[in-house]
Structure formats: structure tokens, C-alpha cells
């Protein structure tokens, strides 16, 4: 096998090594961010509200969870429109992407944290 063959199939391979992975982890933000919207419709059916802020967090971290849902599905949408451009001869960077994956991890991100201090409220509270 010549050099320039190797060359070819070890970018090959990088480029959809790359690809699995970003969309593993899209898919898993997707998994997770529903994951947490049931888990705090579980918890304000079984347990409650008991202040206003607890309705606060719930609300605010609903909000993030359905944030990150929603801005994963935009991404995946983008991704194919960006690779039937990169197919057809066009290798412009989607700026839009970068500024959307930024979103999907800082509302998930804010969505656990938030989730977190609900748990720990409600330990607090039953104790």
C-alpha cells in the first residue's frame, strides 16, 4: 500500500472516528437532558413544592433540560445540512454549530446543577 493510500484511509478513519464522537455526545446530552425532565416531573409529583424557591429551581431547571433538548435536535439538523455541504465541495466552517454546542452543554450543565441542589433541598427537608 502506497504512502498516500495510508494517508488517505488514516484520514478517513480520523474524520469518522471524530464524527462517532461528537454525535455520541449529542446523543447523550439528548438521553440525559430527558432523563432530567422526567426525573423532576417524578419528584414534583411525588414530593412536592414546599417554598417558593424550590418552584424556582424546579422551573429553571425544567426550563434548562428542555433547553438543551431542543438546541441538540437544532444541532442535528445542522450537522446533516453541513455534511450534504461538505459532500457537495463546500469546507466552510458552520459557526452557528460551535455556538450551539456551547448552549446544549451550558444548559445541561446548569439543568444537573440545578437538579442537584433540588435533591439536596428535599434530603434537607425530609430529615
Not at 424557591?53 to 433547553?67: C, G, N, T, W
Not at 444541532?75 to 457537495?88: D, G
Request: glycine share 8%; hydrophobic share 55%; charged share 15%.
Amino acid at each position: 500500500m502506497a504512502d498516500e493510500e495510508k494517508e488517505v484511509e488514516f484520514y478517513s478513519a480520523a474524520v469518522n472516528a471524530w464524527f462517532g464522537t461528537r454525535l455520541e455526545h449529542d446523543r447523550s446530552l439528548l438521553t440525559l437532558s430527558a432523563g432530567g425532565v422526567g426525573l423532576l416531573v417524578t419528584l414534583l409529583s411525588t414530593v412536592g413544592i414546599h417554598s417558593v424557591e424550590s418552584l424556582i429551581l424546579y422551573i429553571v431547571a425544567l426550563i434548562s433540560f428542555l433547553i438543551c433538548l431542543t438546541v441538540v435536535l437544532c444541532i442535528f439538523r445542522r450537522n446533516a445540512a453541513y455534511l450534504q455541504a461538505v459532500i457537495h465541495g463546500s469546507n466552510d466552517n458552520d459557526p452557528l454549530l460551535g455556538i450551539l454546542d456551547i448552549a446544549a452543554i451550558s444548559s445541561f450543565l446548569l439543568g444537573a446543577l440545578l437538579s442537584s441542589i433540588i435533591g439536596i433541598a428535599i434530603a434537607v427537608h425530609s430529615i
